[in-house]
C-alpha cells in the first residue's frame, strides 16, 4: 500500500552519506513508496556531460567535477516531491549546502568505514576509491566528512546493518 505523505512532508528529501551507504538503492525505495520522483545527482552530472564520473575526473579533475555538482543542484533543486541521492562529497561544499537545506528533508545514511569497503569492493566509476590501500582512505575521507554529514541532517539512518529496504522504512517511520 502506497504510504500517505505526512502533511509536513512537502517538498523533498535528500540522502547524504558516504559512498557505499546506500543512497541510490534506498532513495529509489523511499521515491517508489512516496510517489517521489527519484534523482540520482551523479546521473545527472553524467548526463549533463555526456561521461561517466570516472571519465570527468580523468579528463577535467576533481574540482571541475564539484563545480558541474554545484551547478547541477542549483538546476534540479528547483523541483519538488523528489528524493535526491546526493554524491558523498556534496557536504563539501557549503553553497551546495545551502540549497539542499533549503530545499529538502537531508537524511544522513551512515555507514562505518569497514562496511563501506565491503560494498564497494567491485566498484570502477569511483574515482577516488582508485588507490593502494582502500579502507585507510575511506576512513580518512570518512573522517573528514562525518562532522559535516551530522551538521547537515535532520536525522541520521545508520545503514551497517540495514538493508536499502529496512533503511528506507526506517526514514518513513521517522518522516
Ligand atoms: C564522491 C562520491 C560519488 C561521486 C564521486 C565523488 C565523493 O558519489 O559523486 O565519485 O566525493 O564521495 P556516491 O556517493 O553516490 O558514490
Redesign the pocket.
Known sequence: MEKQIKPHITTNISLI?????G??STGKILADKLNFLFI???NI?ELSLNMP??EI?EKHG?EY?RKT?TISIKKIYINKNCVF??????V?RHENMEIIKKNSTIIFLHVSPEIACQRLKNEN?????KVPNRLNSITE?MEK?DHLYRNACDFIVDTDIKNPKEAADEILQRL
Open positions: 552519506g558516504f559512498m557505499g551507504s543512497k541510490t540520482d545527482l551523479d552530472i564520473i570516472s575526473f576533481e567535477f555538482e541521492a546526493c554524491g558523498g562529497g556534496v563539501v566509476n569511483r574515482p577516488l576509491l575521507l566528512r
